[in-house]
């Protein structure tokens, strides 16, 4: 039961640390250079979010097909 909270917890968790990434991306860029600033900010934050991020996304997106499989199969 609590093994399915935790691995529930960690997709939020990794929603929640995407978004907070590009919301970084977003003030820190604005404060730099104002608008120009934030677009470049959060392309560079999205960029550094896919490359952070990406390989626990293709794990989670990974347990969620084998996920499924298993329940077409019961």
Known sequence: ???KIVVNLY???LEIG???VLLIGLVSGWQAKGF????G???GAAIFGAVFFGAFLVLD???NKVKAI???QQ
Do not use: H, Y
């Open 1 to 3: 039961m609590l093994s």
């Open 11 to 13: 997709t939020v968790l």
């Open 18 to 20: 995407l978004w907070l």
């Open 36 to 39: 120009i600033g934030a677009v």
């Open 41 to 43: 900010g959060i392309i």
């Open 61 to 63: 997106d990974i347990r």
């Open 70 to 72: 298993e329940s077409r």
